[in-house]
């Protein structure tokens, strides 16, 4: 590849990022629906004809802004991963922290992927992106419970305080959502057997 043929995909990688930022800040800031071409060559300062370049169909669109908004809070979760194999007792405190920093440091991303969660129920292309990221959560938390169904079930219950916390706060008051997530995940593993997370005949399989 020749030194312009580097410098055209150099510069077309730089304008698909620069539009799908501008797309996550469309979706966060005004809702899925808002979400058209139109709307992130605006938010960009570029062209219609940039946008449908990288971008040729509305749901191209929208499941690359998913996948992008969920990028970075996937980068948080490979950190979440980490923290809790070194030390599997720290889990709530680990998910805690995580939490604080979606609804804070990751705020415009973490409302964009929540916008996009909610049009999965009425676009299927969207569903396999949100089941991953469901998913990925469910496997933090399965060691420290148990099962894989019992973390799925927590992890449902966490996006719903993330949810209520991006509803009813700004990014500078987390309002202690940490406390809150650390505290669901105690309880819930409190009222399992006291073996749980053990090999024993009452030890639900991790699927």
């Known amino acids: ?19 799908l930022d501008a797309a996550v800040r469309v979706v966060a800031g005004r809702g899925s629906s808002a979400l058209t071409h139109r709307a992130a060559a605006s938010e960009a300062k570029v062209s219609i004809a940039s946008v449908s370049y990288h ?13 992008y908004a ?8 490979a950190d979440l991963v980490r923290s809790v194999a070194s030390s599997i007792d720290d889990t709530p405190e680990v998910c805690a ?10 705020r415009i991303e973490t409302a964009a992927v929540f916008e996009l969660i909610v049009a999965a129920g009425h676009d299927p292309d969207l569903r396999p992106i949100v089941a991953f990221f469901n998913g990925q959560l469910a496997e933090v938390l399965t060691p420290y419970l148990g099962a894989r169904v ?4 927590v992890s449902a219950a966490l996006q719903g305080l993330l949810l209520t916390n991006l509803a009813t706060s700004v990014a ?35 699927s």
């Open 97 to 106: 922290a995580f939490a604080t920093r979606l609804v804070s440091e990751r």
């Open 150 to 153: 019992r973390a799925l079930a």
């Open 55 to 67: 971008f040729p169909s509305i749901g191209e669109l929208r499941r690359e802004t998913l996948q």
């Open 70 to 77: 969920g990028s970075n809070i996937g980068l948080e979760l």
């Open 1 to 19: 590849m020749s030194d312009e043929e580097d410098g055209r995909h150099a510069r077309g990688a730089a304008r698909r990022i620069l539009v």
């Open 172 to 206: 500078d008051e987390p309002h202690e959502i940490g406390d809150s997530v650390a505290d669901l995940i105690r309880r819930y593993r409190s009222a399992l057997p006291h073996n749980v997370g053990q090999d024993s005949p009452g030890h639900l399989p991790v």
